[in-house]
């Protein structure tokens, strides 16, 4: 079992930045990809961004330029740097973690509200 913990979300303005963190404990394999979606009220989870163990990143597009992925994997951490705010990325945040066996894990959640 994988259990991931979120920190990191809060209140931010427009423009402003936040930086979520997550850290992953439990039975991991060392080759996984580790990653971040997002949900507002009424809408679909939607993948944010996403890296591999090898490094390789994915972002949404509506994310791309504003948003950086990135991991320490001796720590089993994943850290979503967030600039640059819109309203519209307002959403409960959750980190998300893919095994090799096809294993999917989630973490509880984070909110981010971007408002004045």
């Known amino acids: 079992q994988v259990q991931l913990v979120e920190s990191g979300g809060g209140l931010v303005q427009p423009g402003g930045s936040l930086r979520l963190s997550c850290a992953a404990s439990?039975?991991?394999?060392?080759?996984?990809?580790m990653g971040w979606y997002r949900q507002a009220p009424g809408k679909q989870r939607e993948l944010v961004a996403d890296?591999?163990?090898?490094?390789?990143?994915n972002y949404a597009d509506s994310v791309k330029g504003r948003f950086t992925i990135s991991r320490d994997s001796a720590k089993n951490a994943v850290y979503l740097q967030m600039n640059s705010l819109k309203p519209e990325d307002a959403a409960v945040y959750y980190c998300?973690?893919?095994?090799?066996?096809?294993?999917?894990?989630w973490g509880q959640g984070t909110q981010v509200t971007v408002s004045t």
């Open positions: 890296i591999t163990s090898g490094g390789s990143t």
């Open positions: 998300n973690m893919k095994s090799p066996r096809g294993s999917i894990y």
């Open positions: 439990g039975t991991i394999f060392s080759i996984n990809t």
